[in-house]
């Protein structure tokens, strides 16, 4: 049948094929010359019953690709890894779409998370991701608890909240040798560390008596993470501690009280201890006894001094109140952080870069917004007064 095909269209190829001008065509040819032409056209034919068939185009999430082993495919697969990232990456750069977006996520993953192994691999992805990108953690959390009521799939291994639980215990068996790590060790420690207080936060235990309450052993493990912290009191590994205790502090106090325990006091004794004998930076000291003074506020759940009074003395908020900014690679920062100056100044120096023509177009050096001041301007006075109660109180604070 392939043989006919193939002389059937090759003839009927060269019936349509315009003749040269020097070509004769015999219409009264021998038998034995039409087979010899046949045999001919079929040697030299490069159709084939074994081609490969052709598929059309497909939707998403098919993409035309060029296999590069030279193997016959010409389609990849979406991988769940590229969907995740895909996700994340929606939630990270628009985290005010959670809610709306949410359910629609849990069902592509309830699509893609059909075996233990596939469930495992999601696990993996989210605890990676949620200690990596930075300032993640928190939707992170808030994502693994609506994944830990959500997702179907519960084999025999655990469902999702307890194999995250397991992922987060590797990390904490480890808590000794990461704060005496290298650098690196000890940021990705630390990560992990405001990671597991998110998570302890937003993680809710449903339970058919009650309301939902937290996983007992997260408050645990935190308790023990201070501890690791605190028993190598190097500045980084001290402002993680301040990070977690702001972040946690409140919630974690309450519950020990409730319970009959004194843990945050031994918390705020060891740190008035390390603020004594500790051999870390006068900054981080600093740090240490602000958090020892919001603690002594209630965590600053106190009635705050009025907006235009209120200074380190008298505002247990103050530096609750202040804006947060961002480093280059999104790590957040207040007034009451360490390298304060450095960091912002480092904000204004990328300002410069983003906004050079306004600078030029201006001829100004007013902030790149298009704005111009010059020497006869006259402040309001409430501004002045303001002003120069804020240089006053910049030059107490660089004392010694």
Known sequence: ???????????????????????????????????????????????????????????????????????????????????????????NSSPGSFENDIEHIANMLNSWVTTEETLQELVELLYTQSTVIPNFSYTGARLCNFLSHNLALSPASGNFRQLLLKRCQTEYEQRGVAVRGDAETQKKFHAYVLFLGELYLRLELKSAKGPPSRAEILLTALRELMNALFSNPVDGNLICAVQLLKLTGSVLEDTWKESGKSDMDQIVQRIENIVLD??????VKQMLLRLVELRSSNWGRVHAAAAADATPDNDPNYFMNEPTFYTADGTPFTAADPEYSEKYQEILDREDDYFPEAYEENGNESGGLGLSFNDEDEMDPEIEEAFEKFCLESERKRRP
């Open 1 to 91: 049948l392939a043989m006919v095909f193939s002389i059937s269209f090759i003839s009927h190829s060269e019936s349509r094929r315009p003749s040269k001008p020097h070509q004769v065509i015999h219409n009264n040819s021998t038998p034995a010359s039409k087979v010899k032409r046949v045999d001919s056209l079929v040697n030299t034919s490069i159709l084939s019953a074994n081609a490969p068939e052709f598929y059309p185009s497909s939707s998403p999430p098919y993409e035309e690709s060029v296999s590069e082993d030279g193997s016959d495919g010409y389609y990849t697969e979406t991988t769940l890894a590229e969907l995740v990232e895909e996700f994340l990456s929606h939630l």
């Open 278 to 283: 500790a051999q870390c930076s006068r900054d």
